[in-house]
């Protein structure tokens, strides 16, 4: 008999957390196991990234209204306990939490957390949960060393249980796309892939950037993704004079956006809070140096000075000066792009993280 495994998410709109949970789900159907995939909520793009669950996954929506919704809860803990399913694991706050409900509906289930929220970015409401409900979980997987170590402060009882286990990616093949490119005078090619929301902080990148414009270095920016600021990024790209610049592609597939990452010469994150960003590690893979804002799991993933330059969060001056000095000099882009690479062959394998994972899931 095979076993049995679920996941629960809050959705399947684009996302790191998202994509992180497919490739979960399609690599323990790859071993054997039979995966089931709970979709807590439905909106308009609920299903945006559902292709890309393998075809041996079976996808269940709760329809849910909340985290505390008594009906959809009930129905995933009866398909639980009709299905025979051990291993329920979740990420993000409603999903976390939707699944410590079913946890306790179903007395034999191990449910493992996914955790990329620092205490920072959770309500009063959300933190009170958490150390009430501390014991519901098997155990809590923290994908990077700050999330760690601000859920023992918060649940120091609980220390044993709260695993690290860094998100990871595929290695690409290697393409020596700067010793192509070195010595080229043509525009250097700039790339940041994120929601355009306020936690992406593209304003932030676009006065740097508006600086560097009117300094008169040749540059390009293309940013993936899609958001409720785009009109007001539109606004800002327009007033920094940088509309013939920067490039607001929207969302893409993600073969497209491996693409892009491929073409580009440099990566920029100007997060104002991040657990472990997927993109910066997709990034590091393809040989790009990373100009990012040092918050959450970025400093986990980027050395300063090694793989590329980390900048205080809201300093337009230092996001600036480090991206002149990458813009300026193709041989530094070329010296940390190639330690980029090395650094996620070395540490940050799919593969190396997911025999982590199935170890959680098939201790005694």
Known sequence: MKKSIAFLIN???FGGAQRVFIDDANAFLREGYKVTFFVLYEGKTEDALASELDAGVEL?????RSA??????RRCAYYVKQNSIGTLITTLNDGNRSGQWVALMVPHLRLIEREANTLSTKTFLQK???VVFFWVPYKVIAVSSEIQKSLIRLRPF???????LPNAVTLPPLRDTFAERAGVAAPVRILSVGRLTEQKNYALLIEALGTLHQEGLDFLLTIVGEGVLRESLEERIQRAG??????????????????????ADI????????????????ALSYGLPVVATAVGGVPDVVTDGVEGVLVPSED???LAKALKSLIKDPALRKKLGTAARRHVERDFSREARFARLRGIVEAA
């Not at 505390?68 to 809860?73: H, P, R, S, T």
């Not at 609980?158 to 690290?164: E, G, N, V």
């Not at 991040?274 to 910066?280: C, I, Y």
């Open 60 to 64: 269940v929506h709760l329809a849910a």
């Open 267 to 282: 990566f920029v994150s100007t997060s104002r809070w991040e657990g472990s960003p997927n993109v910066v590690l997709e």
């Open 158 to 164: 609980s220390r044993k249980k709260i695993l690290l």
């Open 128 to 130: 009170m949960l958490d």
């Open 242 to 263: 940088l509309k013939e610049r920067v490039s607001l592609l929207g969302h893409l597939s993600h073969a497209a956006v491996l693409e892009q990452y491929a073409q």
């Open 68 to 73: 505390f919704d008594g009906k959809a809860l």
């Open 316 to 318: 337009t001056a230092a």
């Open 11 to 13: 959705s399947l709109e």
